[in-house]
């Protein structure tokens, strides 16, 4: 017998799913980074750090940052009481 028979096709898929994971887990952080160029084994990677940034802001206010925002103008707004006109009480 080899040692390979005491292994079963759940510890295999367990081993795969763990080294899966664990790509994955470091492609997030790699993604999430701020740097501007990253290099990893024989891989390397250069990008725009600026527009993750931009990005990032976006969805946490709405907003880029990068345009310029239109001035608001106030409005001044006019608050008229009108006294209600007396009725005819001859019309009755």
């Known amino acids: 017998m080899t040692k390979l028979d005491d292994f079963s096709i759940d510890q295999l898929m367990l ?3 763990g080294v899966l ?3 994955g887990g470091l492609l997030l952080i790699m993604q999430k980074s701020k740097c501007e160029e990253i290099k990893c ?3 390397s990677c250069k990008r725009r750090v600026d ?3 931009a990005e990032e802001k ?3 206010t ?3 940052g990068l345009t310029p925002k239109p001035i608001k103008k106030e409005e001044v707004i006019k608050l ?3 006294e ?3 009725e005819d009480e001859s019309l009755f």
């Open 80 to 82: 008229e009481l009108k």
């Open 21 to 23: 994971g664990s790509i």
């Open 62 to 64: 709405g907003s880029t």
């Open 41 to 43: 084994c024989c891989w």
């Open 84 to 86: 209600p006109e007396a």
């Open 58 to 60: 976006l969805q946490m």
């Open 15 to 17: 081993f795969i799913g």
């Open 51 to 53: 527009l993750v940034i």
